[in-house]
């Protein structure tokens, strides 16, 4: 089975720009949630989808934030006017949909906001 | 509102020590998960074990171990022989709810883990 993918890796943008980043889950996955990490810390929930159902947003995820997973596979999340704040690894992660299961982890995207 | 410690911020050891990662988690539901990932330099989150709250029974696969005491909300990880390929940040994290609904995952700071020859 291919694990969850991410593209792309690394992101460098200037203040201002917009930036999208895609996840592809393991496939039959019908969750799938995101992420963020900032240096020396625990990954914290942005949100996640069932299916094609955005159905819980953190309030990390300001208006500047937005998620899709149009055809409930592959989702993206896409920053508005990116900030220096939003320096960050994206992780995205995906489980069955049943329950409290574990869900696995793509490799990230490292976005740099200069 | 769920909340996961991990009071050790980075730990040095010599190969073939062992090494115990300590993880306290705050919950009010009764029912909930816990788990441990890996994250080595590369950055990706490694799935390592999954406990739910009515198994408190110790776990070993292989050179690791978890010890879950509901007594005193722990739920700590060691590692037998430490090998220098363990070096990576440890994230424990909790999963709290509802059996049946989704859940989000909240995680501790990590533990970096630090194995020389």
């Given at each position: 089975?291919?694990?969850?993918?991410?593209?792309?890796?690394?992101?460098?943008?200037?203040?201002?720009?917009?930036?999208?980043?895609?996840?592809?889950?393991?496939?039959?996955?019908?969750r799938?949630?995101?992420y963020?990490?900032?240096?020396?810390?625990?990954?914290?929930?942005?949100t996640?989808?069932?299916?094609?159902?955005?159905?819980?947003?953190?309030?990390?995820?300001?208006?500047?934030?937005?998620?899709?997973?149009?055809?409930?596979?592959?989702?993206?999340?896409?920053?508005?006017?990116?900030?220096?704040?939003d320096?960050?690894?994206?992780?995205?992660?995906?489980?069955?949909?049943?329950?409290?299961?574990?869900?696995?982890f793509?490799?990230?995207?490292?976005?740099?906001?200069? | 509102?769920?909340?996961?410690?991990?009071?050790?911020?980075?730990i040095?050891?010599?190969e073939?020590?062992?090494?115990?990662?300590?993880c306290?988690?705050e919950t009010?539901d009764?029912?909930y998960?816990?788990f441990?990932?890996?994250?080595?330099?590369?950055?990706?989150?490694?799935?390592?074990i999954?406990?739910?709250?009515?198994?408190?029974?110790n776990?070993?696969?292989?050179r690791?171990?978890?010890?879950?005491?509901?007594?005193?909300?722990?739920?700590?990880?060691?590692?037998t022989?430490?090998?220098?390929?363990?070096?990576?940040?440890?994230?424990?994290?909790?999963?709290?709810?509802?059996?049946?609904?989704?859940?989000?995952?909240?995680?501790?700071?990590?533990?970096?883990?630090?194995?020389?020859?």
């Open positions: 089975d291919t694990g969850v993918s991410q593209d792309p890796r690394h992101k460098i943008t200037k203040r201002g720009q917009n930036v999208t980043f895609r996840c592809d889950p393991i496939s039959e996955h019908n799938l949630y995101w963020r990490q900032t240096l020396g810390q625990g990954p914290e929930f942005l996640y989808f069932q299916n094609e159902a955005q159905l819980e947003k953190s309030r990390l995820l300001s208006d500047r934030f937005s998620a899709e997973r149009p055809k409930g596979s592959f989702s993206t999340l896409e920053i508005q006017r990116t900030e220096q704040g320096s960050a690894m994206y992780l995205c992660a995906s489980s069955l949909g049943r329950g409290q299961e574990t869900q696995y793509g490799p990230g995207t490292r976005l740099l906001v200069l | 509102a769920q909340k996961v410690t991990q009071a050790q911020t980075e040095s050891v010599v073939k020590e062992d090494v115990t990662l300590d306290v988690y009010r009764t029912t998960y816990l441990w990932y890996k994250q080595p330099p590369s950055g990706e989150l490694v799935f390592l999954r406990r739910n709250s009515f198994d408190e029974q776990e070993i696969s292989g690791y171990s978890w010890n879950f005491q509901k007594s005193t909300s722990s739920f700590n990880f060691t590692i022989a430490s090998q220098v390929v363990d070096s990576a940040v440890y994230f424990c994290a909790l999963s709290a709810g509802i059996t049946g609904t989704a859940s989000k995952l909240t995680f501790g700071t990590g533990t970096r883990l630090q194995v020389t020859l």
